[in-house]
């Protein structure tokens, strides 16, 4: 297994203009360590427990003509067919050891809160690049923030 080195830089934050509490704070971040964990041994029983039960993947293949809305799948479908892809993609690899972390009260019906994690700096993928991110989405259940969705920028 890949040593994780994901650094938590919010525990009391105030980010673009939004008072992120420290209980929300705190919550987020744990909930972002069970995720990450969870992609990197997967198991099925923890993943029902840390998770929607509609996932929102646009970087799945084939969710755009999905049965529930484009880009959004069942659990089971993103655990069994695409949870193993991402966690083996570049992305996912520089996600997990960023430095820079941004995270965005959402309150939609995708997200509560987005994390934001740099994956390329500007130029540092190509010249001229504008950089990347992954971003994670999490929906607030019951005081837990769950896993609800994953994509890239751009």
């Known amino acids: 297994m ?3 080195i994901f650094i938590f830089l919010f525990v009391n934050t105030y980010c673009f ?7 929300d704070s705190l919550n987020i971040k744990n909930a972002i360590k069970k995720v990450i964990l969870n992609f990197e041994k997967p198991n ?20 755009l003509k999905s ?9 089971n479908d ?3 067919n695409h949870l193993t892809v991402i966690k083996e993609s570049k992305s996912w690899a ?11 009260y959402e309150n939609n019906k995708r997200s509560d ?6 994956t390329w700096k500007k130029n540092e993928l190509s010249k001229g690049h504008e950089g990347a991110q992954l971003g994670l989405y999490f929906k607030k259940i019951n005081n837990d923030f769950k896993f609800a969705g994953i994509e890239t920028i751009p």
């Not at 203009?17 to 209980?23: F, V």
């Not at 099925?44 to 969710?63: A, M, P, R, V």
């Not at 809160?113 to 740099?118: A, D, E, F, G, H």
């Open 2 to 4: 890949k040593k994780l």
């Open 17 to 23: 203009g939004q008072n992120i509490s420290s209980k």
């Open 44 to 63: 099925y029983k923890e993943f029902k427990k840390i998770s929607t039960l509609d996932i929102y993947c646009i970087i799945c293949n084939g969710t």
């Open 67 to 75: 049965k529930l809305d484009p880009y959004v799948i069942y659990r």
């Open 78 to 80: 993103f655990y069994k």
């Open 94 to 104: 520089k996600a997990i050891t960023t430095k820079e972390i941004k995270f965005v």
């Open 113 to 118: 809160i987005t994390i934001y994690l740099t």
